[in-house]
């Protein structure tokens, strides 16, 4: 896959931060493993019509999606793999800072909604992108 331009790549940038942002806010909870362990799942169960992914999990079309990517020890590996399959490999830094500040880190805290928002505001500083309208 060819290299983006650093305009192509901000486009990119910004595209999938709204749609993960909106997603993650949509589902109002994080995309954990409810049978135990509470380990954060790229996707996980639904709970009634809600479906749940992870943030980077939200951009992983069906068709690409492997089960074991929820059942590794080894998460950064997986993550360059996940990168890899999606054409996004050179922009590693800013969706591991996706995963962790709109999903990972606000797994078990009681305002799930709230974390997102705060995760999303500082990504939106740190990358200068425009902050997703689901956040505002």
């Given at each position: ?6 305009s ?68 950064a ?32 805290v ?27």
């Amino acid at each position: 896959m060819p290299k983006l331009s650093i305009s192509e790549r901000k486009v990119r940038r910004q595209n999938d931060f709204n749609f993960i942002v909106g997603k993650l806010m949509e589902q109002g909870m994080a995309s954990t493993d409810l049978t135990g362990g509470g380990a954060c799942l790229y996707r996980a169960d639904k709970i009634g019509e809600c479906e749940r992914k992870c943030a980077i999990g939200w951009l992983i079309p069906d068709e690409l999606y492997k089960a074991e990517w929820d059942r590794t020890d080894q998460p950064a590996e997986v993550m360059k793999e996940i990168l890899g399959v999606l054409g996004r490999l050179e922009d590693l830094t800013f969706y591991r800072a996706i995963q962790s500040e709109l999903h990972d880190m606000w797994a078990s805290v009681s305002d799930f909604k709230k974390g997102v928002k705060s995760g999303a505001e500082s990504i939106a500083r740190r990358y200068e992108l425009e902050l997703p309208d689901a956040v505002k």
